[in-house]
């Protein structure tokens, strides 16, 4: 594209965000985030149907869902996850469906409305839409809404709906042919890497913890609206400054009208009354209000997240035609990038108040999107709420989340760092895909702006770090003009395209045009922005690297682990219970995975004696690597602001960085980390033979504790006890004690001897951490012996220690049963209580402990 052509692209691409378009994105099934009343809303009700294109047969369907989902409900594909079965369905993906519906429309419902649209949300992606045999809309974009007039092809009664999708494959081979080189995509493995084109889900082409399943389906519920004179398509609450003492907002009202030029009243009762005139059918009005004394919205661990319902009414010749509402939160967030001895800080602050962020980065639970219910959603983020984090990454590589994952963040406190959705590829350039680009960008953060939780919208993930330091260049060889192309194109899209459409849709919400803003290659990039950390896993570097290594903060790092036992028995045949056979082969999609767990597993654990030993120390290791990593985020605190581990969740049953795997099963990870992330820690380090212990609150005001610290051999018998007193501050951690803990053991029982520290706060044990001397194969672990008895009225699992046990593991094979903790130390006489939810009677359980892995 020429520098003239550009400079006119943007003069366009300007007046496109500007302009008002009608979004309608809230009303779908279920959102709680918009409620139209004085328009009438319908659902489309009728038996769907699909088949593939030129197919006699139409089979019963099920929307929202995909096409994989309904094939394999007819058993017209085998179950991609189970086995070696992706490989059998990778045919779906170059073949044309179509899916129909008969609905009814009442005559009384035409008779009473002068228009009639009809929203399509998320359909998945390249679609041609027939109503009652006229095309309507041809769709290609998978994160737009699409809304179409449809009053004068509706007739009473009876009526038709088509939807033809066409093959992302095939719509998109074309176009590798449009340009004169190949632009690097890192997940696509397929020869042909299309899926740069396609505005569709990233990782439906294949990522290092995922299948390949390019599908085709809808995403939502279709929905038809009719409404007369004027209705409010979209409102939004703008929060251009917020105080303890004051809270100044803009209502934004989308208005769409019959006929321009009409006066139209406008009102938030209680708050702001006005009169408008739109200038066209579409059009927008802001309306300043002020709120004395809000209640504010806070981060889990910070304060309440305050709530209010927000409600706009416009009304012509004194009849009300419109009636919207939104639930939003007040708060002011602030990404604070300041100079500081070291380099540039990164954090957040929320309503004047810095945030250590603590949490993951969260990818879509499913590649079968029509699978993720309500239900899903609210367990995982109540999961996240309980392994006290305060943070989510949506990742790049996904898809825009539903409604119900961010209203679940609204109400429970957790800020939300969202991507835009682009992942490890370059992107073309043109005004066709730079248009369709804006359109996307517009929507999503016009539709997530009333979600208080959302903290910061990021343009890619990893996409600038790739092209600097991934070799691209040379691997698709790149010529110096090909890489200023592909580099302009970049700066569009990342740096005018994306950043105009936040800045002028959602006022004061940060922007940064990639993560990480620093590679991990040079110790000095530590010291400015985010960054993705990977000497450990991919660099093979120990995990003590991590000591070492801490950055600003930490959006990226983790290490992998296989899925649970009874999640691995649901896709493995029995006799394939290997890392090394076909099904595990298939399923471990990164190109270093198992060789890479066992160099990190064996020097702590010694060789894996079976399958299923290599399965739980792989959860160990994982989940002692990230702990370890964690408390040197938290250690240095004010350097570092935010430890997101990668990942929080899956999207199918395989090897991945996942603490959550497929099933909902907690790994090791998830314990460790939720032990970690706790609000008031202690940290114990060996330095030498010296044992420091410090302390980190995570609050608003600083914390009075008192630290018991204590040597203890596996029997229980105290060789060490010191108590201190400390106020801990905020901003920092705070050293409580050292002392020569090594020269107080004698060399031959190092093997059997631990360091305990336990903080209490106005009476109350926050925190116990330990510490061991030696690696997990060289202790002197006793032989278990426990009891353990269950409640069935309050569903509390005891365990009581007679000996000392090193990570008690309690294991169901009943899906949906979650414990409260899990992998637990205990010594003798010791007494723990484990929550169970997700079960009416006393579950089916397996208990056993490291010492049963390493002694079989």
């Not at 996942?658 to 460790?672: E, V």
């Not at 002392?739 to 706060?761: D, E, F, G």
């Amino acid at each position: 594209m020429t520098t003239v052509s550009r400079n006119f692209y943007f003069t366009c691409l300007l007046s496109l965000l500007l302009s008002p378009q009608i979004y309608m994105q809230n009303i779908i099934s279920g959102s709680t985030n918009m409620i139209q009343v004085a328009a009438k809303t319908i659902l489309l009700e009728g038996e769907w149907s699909f088949r593939r294109y030129g197919d006699a047969e139409w089979l019963s369907a099920q929307v929202p869902g995909c096409v994989h989902e309904d094939l394999l409900r007819h058993g017209k594909i085998p179950d991609p996850y189970l086995g070696t079965n992706e490989t059998k369905v990778q045919w779906v993906e170059n073949e044309d469906w179509e899916y129909t519906i008969n609905f009814t429309v009442d005559a009384a419902f035409l008779e009473q409305y002068n228009n009639a649209e009809m929203l399509f949300i998320g359909l998945d992606t390249y679609a041609d839409v027939f109503l009652n045999e006229t095309r309507i809309l041809s769709a290609d974009n998978m994160f737009r809404s699409w809304e179409m007039p449809v009053k004068h092809l509706l007739q009473p009664g009876k009526n038709n709906l088509l939807i033809r999708f066409h093959s992302p494959m095939q719509v998109n081979l074309p176009k590798l042919y449009t340009i004169p080189y190949a632009l690097p995509a890192a997940n696509d493995a397929h020869t042909y890497k299309v899926s740069v084109f396609a505005r569709k889900a990233p990782y439906h082409f294949g990522w290092d913890w995922g299948p390949r399943l390019v599908t085709s389906g809808i995403r939502h519920r279709i929905t038809l609206t009719g409404w007369n004179t004027a209705r409010i398509t979209n409102l939004q609450i703008l929060q251009p400054d917020i105080t303890v003492t004051k809270a100044e907002l803009i209502a934004r009202v989308h208005i769409q009208q019959e006929v321009p030029g009409k006066e139209l009243h406008i009102s938030l009762p209680g708050f702001a009354d006005t009169t408008f005139t739109p200038r066209s059918n579409s059009d927008v009005i802001d309306i300043p209000f002020t709120i004395a004394n809000p209640r504010l919205w806070y981060p889990l661990g910070y304060g309440k997240p305050e709530l209010y319902t927000f409600t706009a009414k416009i009304s012509a010749q004194g009849t009300i035609t419109s009636t919207t509402s939104v639930i939003t939160g007040l708060r002011s967030i602030k990404l604070v990038q300041e100079p500081d001895k070291k380099g540039n800080s990164y954090f957040f602050t929320v309503n004047g108040i810095a945030v250590f962020a603590k949490g993951a980065d969260y990818i879509p639970q499913d590649n079968m999107i029509g699978r993720v219910t309500e239900q899903r959603y609210k367990r995982l983020i109540n999961d996240v709420c309980n392994a006290n984090m305060n943070m989510l990454r949506v990742w790049g590589g996904g898809y825009y989340e539903d409604e119900t994952f961010y209203r679940l963040c609204d109400e429970r406190g957790i800020l939300v760092w969202q991507d835009f959705m682009f992942a490890c590829s370059m992107y073309p350039g043109g005004k066709e895909f730079f248009d369709n680009i804006a359109h996307e960008a517009r929507e999503q953060v016009i539709r997530l702006s009333n979600h208080p939780s959302v903290a910061i919208w990021v343009g890619n993930n990893e996409v600038d770090v790739a092209w600097k330091n991934w070799g691209w260049q040379e691997q698709f060889m790149l010529s110096p003009k090909d890489s200023v192309n592909i580099k302009q194109d970049y700066d569009t899209i990342f740096k005018s395209i994306l950043p105009t459409a936040v800045g002028l849709n959602d006022i004061n919400k940060a922007y940064m045009h990639t993560t990480p803003l620093s590679n991990w290659g040079k110790p000095e990039y530590f010291n400015s922005g985010s960054m993705h950390y990977w000497g450990v896993w991919h660099g093979d570097e120990p995990f003590s690297a991590f000591k070492n290594n801490v950055p600003r903060f930490m959006a990226e790092y983790g290490f992998q682990s296989f899925p649970t036992m009874p999640a691995i028995r649901q896709f493995v045949p029995d006799d394939e219970m290997s890392y090394n056979s076909e099904t595990m082969k298939l399923h471990q999609k990164s190109y270093k995975g198992n060789k890479t767990i066992l160099k990190y597993l064996e020097p702590l654990y010694g060789k894996p004696k079976d399958f299923l030993s290599f399965v739980f120390l792989s959860h160990l290791t994982q989940a002692e690597g990230i702990a370890y990593a964690i408390r040197c985020h938290r250690l240095q605190k004010g350097h570092c602001m935010g430890t997101l581990y990668w990942q929080l969740d899956d999207s199918w049953y395989g090897p991945s960085w996942s603490a959550i795997d497929y099933t909902g099963r907690k790994k090791a990870l998830y314990y460790f980390s939720k032990n970690m992330y706790k609000p008031v820690i202690a940290i114990i380090e060996q330095l030498g033979e010296q044992i420091v212990v410090s302390a980190v609150a995570d609050t608003i005001e600083p914390v009075s504790v008192k630290a018991e610290i204590d040597l203890l051999d596996f029997t229980g018998k105290n060789l060490f006890h010191h108590e201190t007193t400390a106020q801990l501050a905020t901003d920092k951690a705070t050293r409580l004690y050292a002392w020569n803990a090594v020269k107080m053991i004698p060399l031959h029982s190092k093997k059997r001897v631990l360091a305990r520290v336990r903080l209490y706060s106005a009476g109350q044990l926050v925190d116990e951490q330990l510490h061991y001397f030696v690696i997990p194969e060289k202790m002197q672990l006793p032989k278990p012996v426990f009891s353990s008895g269950y409640d069935e009225t309050t569903h509390v699992l005891t365990i009581k220690a007679q000996t000392f046990l090193k990570n008690l593991y309690v294991q169901t094979e009943t899906d949906g049963i979650d414990f409260s903790d899990n992998y637990i130390d205990m010594l003798p006489g010791e007494v723990k209580e484990i929550h169970v939810t997700g079960c009416s009677k006393e579950p089916d359980i397996h208990i056993f402990s490291l010492w049963d892995i390493l002694h079989k």
